[in-house]
């Protein structure tokens, strides 16, 4: 998410109770609270360079946020961005007229420029194939060199990474956060924490099974249940944080031929792709992403049916 400055604001009190309340009573995520406090920041630096002074968010009125919103539309803020940071202070307010800090918020009534439907990328079976060897192949292509420091532990967890986000549709904040204990090795399932912290059963294939395996059986296991299924040697064995993975991933991409700004989240779009197309039902694909609402799972229902919609026209003798 980008900043409207690289300043911070000073602290708001009322800021720090809600990013409070968000870590405790509402469990968010570490990633949910950083980007509330970011939005949070962006508004406050905005407000203090545009009036010279810190918001009051009970005399805030209307006019004060079309003026921000005309701010974000001369900064070429594209419609999903601002909608976000829109539905950040949103929820702010609500927070504020819980606690009786003001009686109504002007944010209610502004209307925003709608969100861009944006049909989700994902990549074909064949592409999936080609990524998911990438590791193997990175490795054979460093071995033959004598002067390489990478070491094949690197290629085996990347390659179990990539296998586990495949298999399992999850989103990046999941995989990082799956410890020992959520592994069930005979009934190929893993417990997954999601969004909100909330739980969720999902099948793993033995092919993503078999790459943990292999990447343990050469650092060893891990002997403890609370430990990272994938760590980082180098920082003590805490979990893999995000940046790393999509750095790796952007190679593999590169290496496999692919476009290397594809995110991990395509694995999961391409994941809900291939299940529908093989005609898994949608509610089951709901289940197994971990989407709240099957509204958001419905956006994947349009890829098939353009697919359906080429075979048709190829097809049909009469189409």
Known sequence: MGATDSNCADHDPLVDAFMQELKGARAASDHTCRNYAQTLNEFVVWHQKTLRSAPDWKALDRDSFRAYLRFLGRKEYSRSSTQIRFSALRTFYKFLIRKGRVKESPIRN??????????????????????????????????????????????????????????????????????????????????????????????????ALDSIRLYWDRIAPPQKAEQPVFYSKLANGKPLYPRLIQSRLKLYLLSAGLDPNLTPHKLRHSFATHMLNAGADLRSVQELLGHAHLVTTQIYTHLTTDRLKRVYDQAHPRA
């Open 110 to 207: 502004i209307l925003l420029p709608k969100k861009e439907k944006r049909l989700p990328q994902f990549l074909t079976p064949e592409q999936i194939h080609a990524l998911l060897e990438a590791p193997a192949k990175a490795w054979e292509k460093k071995r033959s060199n004598q002067k390489t420091r990478t070491s094949p532990e690197t290629f085996l967890r990347d390659s179990a990474v990539l296998e586990t986000f495949y298999s399992c549709g999850l989103r990046i904040s999941e995989l990082c956060g799956l410890k020992v204990s959520d592994l069930f090795w005979e009934d190929q399932l893993i417990l997954v924490e999601g969004k909100g912290k909330k739980e969720r059963m999902t099948p793993i294939g033995a092919p």
